[in-house]
């Protein structure tokens, strides 16, 4: 493991806690994104490495050390993800008159197979948004697009989410459909 390369015996007690402590959210953060567990275990790997490298960048007035950590681990889920290439089978256009609800009869297998379908970018959305229940504020520091304004980037985010949901509709119907 990477810690036993580190020479300074207090960081790496400071690393190892940090690893202890939020190592296991991390992982399943990660872990429903990239979905081989060797690589997720990679992924996180290599969020504490750029966290050990950048720890004099993070400043605890802009966001919790648990932020921070998930910002690292976003972006380097979306960077092992874009290495391998991964695409969106299908091209989905959304526009206004398709309504960003969900149907009724959806199970969750069923939006297990549609979220996969997405770009990695809007299941990280929907992983910080819906499931880890991350206030869009929160959402617009970790994924890095906190340049603009934090309301234009929070009405952004809100604009962005109902595209998602409009694109895991269409996804739907044709799952539906092929049944």
């Known amino acids: 493991m990477f810690i036993r390369h580190i020479h300074d015996s207090k960081r ?33 790997q290599e969020t504490f490495v750029a966290a050990y490298e950048h720890l004099n960048e993070y400043n605890p007035a802009r966001a919790s050390l648990k932020t921070w950590l ?11 993800l874009r290495r391998r290439k991964r695409l969106v089978e299908i091209p989905l256009v959304v526009n206004e008159e398709i309504p960003d609800e969900l149907p009724d009869t959806t199970t969750v297998e069923q939006l297990d197979e549609a979220i996969l379908k997405l770009t990695p970018e809007d299941q990280m959305l929907l992983q910080l948004y819906y499931f ?3 206030p869009l504020k929160e959402i617009a520091y970790i994924t890095g697009n906190a340049d603009n304004s934090l309301d234009r980037e ?14 895991l509709r269409i996804i739907l119907t044709r799952i539906n459909d092929e049944k």
């Open 12 to 44: 790496v007690e400071d690393l190892a806690a940090l690893v202890n402590q939020y190592g296991p959210a991390l992982m399943t953060f990660v872990g429903r994104i990239v979905t081989c567990q060797e690589d997720a275990e990679d992924v996180v």
């Open 132 to 134: 880890d229940q991350r």
């Open 70 to 80: 998930h910002r690292l681990a976003y972006h380097e889920a979306l960077h092992h």
């Open 154 to 167: 929070v009405s952004r985010l809100s604009s962005q989410l109902h595209r998602i949901r409009q694109r």
